[in-house]
């Protein structure tokens, strides 16, 4: 017994004639005919008696369809209960960030439209990131601009700006703009020497031969800013930190270095499984930094 032959037992059991049943199924009438011989010899019974020129149902017959519009039914809801899974091959993804706050928006929307599928998020160097992207650890990341292996795909999202965030009882909270020149002695808040943006920092203070004074070396931009909005010194930046939430007690001051502006790309693998989830966050992740 099988799905097909139990529809075509009941559009018989409707129709009350085999031609008519086999019109309705685009079928021949002899094959259906052999479905439900096949399905009385499989079961040991006699559904159907001869009634004129028409048939109808035995008593085994109708026990057997109260069966069958009940499987028809389990068949029916488990379909719409399998329809949010469509086209969903996974149950998790994870991505890493290099910065929390260029995926939280996306989390927060992400998780609205797929409540079941685990989205995780790791914050990672930029070429950590990369690294765990390439063994399988990450299926994608949000990295600041930097080389790439050949087997990874890149989008830029948007240029990021390292600014300076001066503590409001600074002499320098007074300045629209900054030259690198003017950090020359300052107690400084930057990032760690392991991250990307730290270099980016160290090679242009380098070039303009600023002598770096730094006091605190975070591992994140929210810890720099924390540290400035305390009044210990001035914290280098990214400003898509500053997006969401204003910050407190700082002026936050540009700089005249163009340099001071590096990309910020959506990668994965060129491998990755593209399926209605990944597509969505994707899509997601693009357009809230189209806005931004």
Same mark, same amino acid.
């Given at each position: $017994? ?5 529809? =075509? ?18 079928? #021949? ?41 009940? %499987? ?25 960030? &290099? ?17 079941? %599928? *685990?989205?995780? !998020? ?6 950590? #990131? %990369?690294?765990? %992207? ?5 299926? $994608?990341?949000?990295?600041?601009? $930097? +080389?790439?292996? =050949? ?19 600074? +002499?320098?909270?007074?300045?629209? !703009? ?14 760690n020497d392991a991250l990307l943006l730290r270099t980016v920092i160290t090679n242009e203070l380098n070039k303009k031969g600023v002598v770096a004074n730094i006091i605190c070396e975070l591992d994140n931009h929210y810890s ?15 400003? *898509?930190? #500053? ?9 936050? !001051? &540009?700089? #005249?270095? +163009? ?5 910020? $790309? ?25 806005? =931004?």
């Amino acid at each position: $017994m099988n799905i097909k032959q139990l529809y =075509s037992f009941l559009v018989l059991c409707e129709e009350q004639h085999y031609g008519r049943a086999a019109s309705r199924l685009f079928i #021949t009438q002899p094959s259906l005919s052999q479905q439900i011989k096949q399905l009385e010899t499989s079961l040991k019974i006699i559904l159907f008696k001869r009634k004129g020129r028409n048939i109808e149902l035995t008593k085994a017959g109708a026990v057997l369809k109260q069966h069958a519009l009940k %499987i028809m039914d389990d068949l029916k809801s488990a379909e719409n209960d399998l329809r949010p899974w469509r086209n969903q091959q996974r149950d998790s993804i994870a991505i890493g960030v &290099s910065g929390s706050h260029l995926i939280l928006p996306v989390f927060q929307s992400f998780i609205g439209h797929y409540p079941d %599928i *685990s989205l995780t !998020v790791k914050e990672h160097s930029s070429e950590q #990131t %990369i690294k765990k %992207i390439t063994d399988g650890s990450l299926d $994608m990341g949000i990295v600041y601009q $930097m +080389p790439l292996p =050949s087997h990874l795909s890149a989008t830029l999202l948007f240029e990021d700006e390292i600014i300076a965030a001066i503590p409001l009882s600074h +002499p320098l909270a007074g300045q629209h !703009v900054l030259q690198l020149e003017d950090l020359n002695d300052q107690p400084l808040i930057v990032l760690n020497d392991a991250l990307l943006l730290r270099t980016v920092i160290t090679n242009e203070l380098n070039k303009k031969g600023v002598v770096a004074n730094i006091i605190c070396e975070l591992d994140n931009h929210y810890s720099c800013l924390e540290y400035a909005e305390g009044q210990i010194g001035i914290a280098l930046i990214a400003r *898509s930190l #500053t997006a969401l939430t204003p910050p407190k007690n700082v002026r936050l !001051v &540009s700089f #005249t270095v +163009p340099a001071f502006f590096h990309g910020v $790309m959506l990668v994965h693998g060129k491998d990755l499984l593209l399926d209605d989830p990944v597509l969505c966050l994707l899509a997601q992740i693009k357009a809230f930094h189209d806005r =931004s």
